[in-house]
């Protein structure tokens, strides 16, 4: 496996890119929404981060990848500095710059962990390119070692596809999608055949093994006789298939792949909706017995945010023109039902709040992850002019 660090390292630094899908620029942003999103960051930050341990107080270690994917991604965005350093200071990126890191211990065996912080490690490495900064090659050599973790999990159990965990007990959506989207991005950005048949394998994977359900939606894996086990379908499963079958449409031209994205995010608008506002199962206006959990609570920043990417890859007016207003209303309904007086933001983006809303260090990031996306890709009407 160590042909991946090897690759990372050399192509990285031959082409130019290792800039990935943000070398893809906007065509404009929304003022006022990327003031929003800047200020709510500081927030964030001012608020949650440790600058001592790197990490988000109350946070983990997916969801601070996720975080710092997202502050990257913003700077990038705008061509901005307001953090700069903060990759080499996070607890991702002290472990990147060591060579002698453990990353089964830093992801606790947990194969969907490792891609999350392979797209931070990306975003953080292309924030460092563009501002020529050190550090780069071992960014992206981390995320090969961390790679070779998730393609050493793929076996053939289920005709296939990765585990979620080392302990090997459970394949689901999630994990496979993510090594979808990554592997297509790896293509992307290195050219190294590898990563474009890994995603190729893993669609055929996902797409036969019975994950999507009848209304398009994929649901959360695979029970122990290899079927669709029924379970929820959280909307990040539908935004980071999206991502990838982008990506993998930009590596192969293969349209068909677009049809098959958007039958998800058709679906997700039409199914986890309300009043044309993303809605988790377990988002509630009121308290009750089974409120999302701290991790569900960041899911629908994420749908957006791979929406997002799902349009870089695209590149195409009509899919903007498709997408771009319902991240717009996203954005919206953030800051009307989900902020509160103190630049926090809820779970609850869809009503107002009667008890049900949670407000915590992961709720706060998904909320900014739908401001992020919307700044790029909404037509800036209804947003910018509230």
């Excluded at 988000?56 to 965005?77: I, K």
């Excluded at 979808?180 to 590898?194: D, H, K, P, V, W």
């Excluded at 190729?200 to 359900?213: C, P, Q, V, Y």
């Excluded at 959990?293 to 870089?312: M, N, S, V």
């Amino acid at each position: 496996m160590e042909i991946f660090i090897l690759l990372f390292f050399l192509l990285a630094i031959a082409s130019d890119r290792a800039l990935g899908q943000f070398s893809i620029k906007p065509a404009h942003t929304c003022p006022k929404t990327t003031r929003i999103a800047f200020e709510l960051t500081h927030h964030l930050i001012d608020k949650y981060y440790n600058w001592t341990s790197g990490r988000l107080n109350g946070g983990s270690v997916w969801t601070d990848a996720n975080a710092l994917e997202t502050v990257h991604t913003l700077m990038l965005q705008n061509k901005r500095t307001d953090w700069d350093g903060f990759a080499d200071n996070s607890y991702l990126g002290r472990h990147a710059l060591n060579t002698s890191s453990d990353w089964q211990a830093f992801t606790g065996g947990y194969i969907d962990d490792a891609g999350w912080c392979i797209l931070d490690l990306w975003a953080m490495a292309d924030y460092k390119t563009f501002r020529s900064e050190n550090g780069v090659e071992e960014y992206l050599i981390s995320a090969g070692q961390l790679y070779d973790k998730m393609s050493e999990n793929w076996d053939d159990t289920c005709g296939g596809g990765v585990w979620w965990t080392t302990d090997h007990g459970y394949k689901n959506a999630i994990t496979n999608e993510l090594f979808l989207t990554i592997s297509a991005q790896g293509y992307l950005r290195f050219g190294n055949e590898t990563y474009l048949e890994n995603a190729k394998k893993t669609w055929a994977w996902l797409e036969a093994s019975g994950m999507r359900n009848s209304e398009g939606l994929y649901n959360d894996g695979l029970d122990d006789s290899c079927v669709n086990n029924g379970e929820t379908t959280w909307t990040y499963n539908q935004g980071v298939l999206a991502s990838g079958l982008g990506a993998l449409w930009k590596a192969t031209g293969n349209r068909t792949l677009l049809k098959e994205a958007e039958v998800t995010l058709d679906a997700t608008i039409k199914d986890m909706t309300v009043n044309g506002v993303l809605k988790e199962s377990c988002d509630s206006v009121i308290e009750t017995d089974d409120p999302c959990d701290i991790d569900q609570q960041t899911f629908k920043g994420i749908w957006t945010k791979h929406l997002q990417y799902y349009l870089i890859f695209t590149n195409d007016k009509e899919k903007i023109a498709k997408y771009g207003s319902f991240l717009g209303v996203q954005s919206h309904a953030v800051i009307k039902y989900a902020t509160n007086a103190t630049d926090d933001i809820s779970n609850l983006w869809y009503a107002r709040d009667e008890g049900g809303a949670i407000y915590n260090v992961k709720s706060l990031p998904s909320g900014i992850m739908a401001h992020v996306a919307a700044a790029q890709f909404s037509d800036c009407e209804g947003v910018d002019s509230t």
